[in-house]
């Protein structure tokens, strides 16, 4: 699960830096503000990748997405983009769930 989920986060992280750029030119926010929250987002999504695994790491994840969506407030693409990366993260969770089990189950075949 981890290296799927950290692939979606570290896509999620340049599409809001793109966003942001993108923002600095289209919208009336003002760049100090744009900057505070989509460095936040950009951080978190980065840091997410090393904690994945930890318990409530997931729902941190799926509050990304919806922020990512929410920011089509500011960028409407973003709300298409948010919807493409939520459906990310939720195939990135889902299979990668899948992928530790068939792991597990090979390791613990192989042990016996």
Same mark, same amino acid.
């Given at each position: /699960?981890?290296?799927? %989920?950290? $692939? @979606?986060?570290? +896509?999620?992280?340049?599409?809001?830096?793109?966003?942001?750029?993108?923002?600095?030119?289209? $919208?009336?926010? $003002?760049?100090?503000?744009?900057?505070?929250? $989509?460095?936040?987002? /950009?951080?978190? %999504?980065?840091?997410? %990748? +090393? /904690?994945? @695994?930890?318990?409530?790491?997931?729902?941190v994840g799926w509050a990304l997405q919806l922020g990512l969506i929410a920011s089509g407030l500011v960028v409407p693409t973003m709300f298409v983009l948010g919807v493409i990366f939520a459906g990310l993260w939720w195939c990135s969770v889902h299979y990668g769930r899948k992928i530790d089990e068939i792991k597990a189950a090979r390791a613990a075949a192989a042990a016996v």
């Open positions: /699960m981890r290296t799927l %989920c950290s $692939s @979606t986060l570290i +896509g999620e992280a340049l599409v809001v830096l793109f966003a942001a750029l993108v923002a600095m030119q289209l $919208s009336d926010v $003002s760049t100090g503000a744009l900057w505070t929250v $989509s460095g936040i987002a /950009m951080v978190l %999504c980065v840091l997410l %990748c +090393g /904690m994945i @695994t930890r318990p409530g790491a997931v729902a």
